[in-house]
């Protein structure tokens, strides 16, 4: 049996997907969790136990009664340091049986399928040269990016080290040797590259691995790396589009890749084993664009090896999938990481049907050529393009299609095997994204430009045309937009943790590819590039990774959770028409907080947030208590056999709230009220007032209490109650308003989302 998980990336059809081999035994690897505590002091490390409680369970020593068989060693996948207490190893059910018996045993999972999920970016987030974010943090100088991903293209010019300093002495990572990847292929930028796949070839013992290293065969880490960190690189462009100079949002950090997905599959030890080593190594900031649908915070090994990364200071930023715009969709709804939404930049890609009498009809393109010809072609209506038979008989003309059935795939697919000499389809499908790189020449009009060709074919006796491509439009209105296929939330590990928490450039993003991976394919073959266009949440994980990594620059003092809030608490809500971001998903709609999270990421407004919302490890033990996990499901995480669930409170200091309501209740007289209790750390200088704003929020009540926060210097913490009483009236199943925190005598304001939602 086979089954496939995509990347989120949006583009399918340019990303390969992965396929997961199960084998047909009862076998299978599974994440042993162990208690250090009880490890026996004959022991000199926590590896050799691990190696002698498998040895005593293994089914060939019990058969052979050979001491110290060798297939024990076989079996252990990975010994983890960081991660978890434990280890990684293929078991048989009576080895897993008899491993639940052993001394120090916790608990094991089964590893299960993972779902894999420019630039002019850096422009449109304000990152400049003469001041804010990069200057402040010298571009990121000395913060290392680890990315766990499909590996890296190391002689991508996005990983030149021109003009870096030296190596931070700090750095324990390396650069493995591998097929045709040697040492000598990282330098000053990529400062490490590391690959597993030792669970994948436990599970799929007979697997050829084509590229046996950290080289990439895919794309995808290339893209995401050169995303977070890549270095300036001038004349960037896909094809004559998007044409410029690439940096990626920290063009002085470094980078280091943990390739744990493989074209052959992948399996979740090694993704578990390349989160471990990156800690061990040292990195900053994790980027980690995949995630596993439908796993409990104590289950889904993500979240198990990112508590680890949090707890030693280092930030994690993650995907949350594109399975929108459907409600509980996201993964990767974990407390203690970042999850970033997907959105749309100021820039179109676009092409013009240049008709007969002279006219010029704009839609979006990103085909892979200047014209079609340069002499005009007939036109030819053919209504949904959906009989195949006649489309055949076109032959060399462009055809004109009008979706409206929402059949734009189909069309594209029909007008694609017709082989005429070019598609124009009139559509208003909101995942118009998806069929720009088109495999013939095509251009999207949207139903009012599709008029004015429509009037031209029927008033004229020979309609003719032709069309013309590679431009890009910048300065495009509105933008942000939520993407549709952005996961929403809430988070269905955590509801009580308002998920996504921040929406960043993930639509169509210029990055670095391989050079001998197609970045598409014609019907008349494949064509190569430098840098491909992508669109996916995968997309918009590297950049906040890179923004933290530039926060942590500025202020190497902050915690993971100061970082995370800084950037949540200054977003935009606002688009650049100054109206509420709107949602694609859900046309000409603002986007809730559970599309976009507080907003969309703001670099250089998140330097100086003010006030930030900080999270202790203990506070997350607090949430995992009220969660109702067992001692045994909270240690799995936490690693510690003791965890006092005395302060338990699903009331974590986060900077966004969301409260559920049974929408039955508006029929009777109940009043339910809620209330939040949040801590704020001043981190600003000298002395500061704060004041509460509150947006109205229709049908509910609420109020703030102190409204007024004094701070007398730097790191002095002030603590408030939000309440929220109801509901009454409420139409809508889903109500969110602000509350702001302006400091009295400044510009900046304090942005926190406030969400409701009824059943
Ligand atoms: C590493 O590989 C590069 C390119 O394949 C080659 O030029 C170089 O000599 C190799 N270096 C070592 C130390 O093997
Ligand atoms: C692996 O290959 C060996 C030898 O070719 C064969 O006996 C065995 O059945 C194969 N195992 C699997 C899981 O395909
Ligand atoms: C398209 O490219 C060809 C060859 O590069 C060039 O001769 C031609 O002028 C270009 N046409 C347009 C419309 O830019
Ligand atoms: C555009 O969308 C509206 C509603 O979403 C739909 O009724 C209409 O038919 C669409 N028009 C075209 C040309 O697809
Ligand atoms: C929409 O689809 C239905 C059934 O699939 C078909 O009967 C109808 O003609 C289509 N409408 C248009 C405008 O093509
Ligand atoms: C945890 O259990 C208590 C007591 O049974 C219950 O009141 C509470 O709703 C549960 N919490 C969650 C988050 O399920
Ligand atoms: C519980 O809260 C009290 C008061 O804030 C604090 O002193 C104590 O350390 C907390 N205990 C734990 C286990 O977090
Ligand atoms: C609300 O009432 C409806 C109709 O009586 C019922 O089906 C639904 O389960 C109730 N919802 C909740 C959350 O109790």
Redesign the pocket.
């Known amino acids: 049996m086979a089954t496939h998980f995509p990347l989120d990336v949006w583009l399918l059809f340019v990303a390969q997907s992965f396929t997961l081999i199960f084998s047909l035994a009862q076998s299978d690897t599974y994440i042993v969790h162990m208690d250090l505590a009880a490890m026996p002091k004959a022991f000199s490390s926590h590896h050799s136990w691990y190696m002698a409680t498998l040895a005593s369970v293994s089914d060939s020593l019990r058969v052979s009664t050979t001491p110290f068989s060798p297939s024990s060693s076989l079996k252990l996948i990975y010994s983890y340091t960081n991660v978890i207490h434990g280890f990684s190893a293929y078991l048989s059910p009576s080895e897993l049986e008899a491993l639940g018996n052993s001394p120090g045993y916790v608990a094991s999972t089964r590893v299960r399928p993972v779902k894999v999920d420019t630039t002019h970016s850096s422009q449109f987030l304000g990152l400049n040269s003469a001041n804010g974010a990069w200057p402040i943090s010298s571009y990121g100088k000395d913060v290392i990016i680890g990315i766990v991903d499909t590996g890296i293209w190391p002689e991508s010019k996005s990983f030149h080290d021109d003009g870096m300093a030296e190596i931070p002495s700090r750095w324990k990572g390396e650069c493995e040797v591998g097929t045709e990847f040697n040492s000598s292929l990282c330098n000053k930028k990529l400062i490490g590259a590391r690959y597993f796949n030792k669970g994948l070839l436990a599970k799929n013992p007979n697997l050829t691995i084509s590229m046996n290293s950290a080289r990439d065969t895919d794309g995808h880490g290339t893209h995401t790396s050169s995303t977070a960190g890549g270095s300036f690189v001038e004349g960037a462009s896909y094809f004559g589009y998007a044409s410029g100079t690439s940096r990626g949002m920290a063009p002085r950090a470094r980078v280091a890749m943990y390739k744990a997905l493989w074209e052959e599959g992948s399996d979740l030890s090694d993704i578990l084993a390349a989160i471990d080593q990156a800690i061990t190594d040292g990195v900053d900031v994790i980027s980690i664009s995949l995630g596993l649908d439908g796993a409990s915070l104590h289950a889904d090994p993500i979240s198990i090896a990112t508590f680890s990364a949090i707890e030693k200071g280092v930030f994690v930023s993650t995907s949350a999938g594109n399975e929108g715009p459907y409600d509980k969709s996201l993964h990767n709804g974990t407390p203690w990481v970042l999850t970033v939404a997907a959105g749309t930049v100021d820039r179109e890609f676009v092409g013009n049907v240049i008709l007969g009498n002279g006219d010029s009809v704009t839609g979006l393109s990103l085909y892979p050529a200047n014209s079609t010809s340069s002499r005009l072609v007939p036109l030819i209506f053919m209504g949904t393009c959906q009989d195949v038979k006649e489309l055949k008989k076109i032959g060399h003309r462009i055809v004109v299609c009008q979706d409206k059935n929402g059949s734009l795939s189909e069309q594209v697919y029909n007008v694609q095997n017709a082989k005429v000499a070019g598609g124009v389809f009139i559509t208003n499908d909101t995942d118009i994204g998806l069929y720009l790189q088109s495999m013939f020449p095509a251009i999207f009009l949207n139903p009012q430009n599709g008029e004015i060709i429509l009037d031209y074919i029927k008033s004229n006796h020979d309609p003719k045309g032709s069309l013309e491509f590679q431009e890009t439009r910048l300065g495009s209105k509105p933008a942000p937009k939520v993407a549709s296929y952005s996961s929403r939330g809430p988070s269905p590990a955590c509801p009580f943790v308002l998920k996504p928490d921040i929406m960043a450039p993930g639509d169509l993003i210029l990055a670095s590819w391989p050079r001998n991976i197609p970045a598409i394919e014609l019907s008349s073959g494949k064509l190569f590039s430098d840098f491909n266009l992508l669109s996916g949440t995968s997309m918009s994980c590297p950049h906040a990774a890179g923004v933290a990594a530039l926060l942590k620059g500025a202020h190497p003092e902050w915690s993971p959770a100061a970082i995370r809030s800084a950037m949540m608490t200054t977003s935009d809500v606002l688009d650049n028409t100054f109206n509420l971001i709107q949602d694609i998903g859900i046309p000409n709609k603002p986007a809730s907080p559970l599309a976009m999270g507080a907003g969309h990421i703001n670099p250089n407004k998140a330097l100086d947030p003010g006030l930030v919302y900080d999270v202790t490890t ?1 506070d997350y033990v ?1 949430l995992l208590c009220a969660l109702n996990f067992t001692q045994k499901q909270i240690q799995i995480i936490t690693k510690s056999s003791s965890n ?1 669930c ?2 338990s409170s699903l009331d974590l200091n986060y900077p966004s709230f969301i409260a559920f309501f049974n929408a039955n209740d508006s029929n009777s007289d109940v009043k339910i009220v809620q209330q939040f209790r949040r801590t704020v750390t001043y981190v600003g200088d000298g002395k500061s007032t704060y004041t509460a704003k509150l947006a109205p929020m229709d049908g509910l009540q609420v109020s703030v209490l102190p409204e007024k926060l004094v701070f007398h210097g730097k790191n002095d913490k002030q603590s408030y109650k939000l309440s929220i009483e109801g509901p009454r009236l409420i139409k809508d199943l889903v109500v969110y308003g602000t509350l702001s925190w302006v400091e009295i005598g400044a510009l900046g304001t304090e942005e926190d989302a406030a969400i409701i939602e009824l059943d």
């Open positions: 203990e607090s006092s005395s302060n």
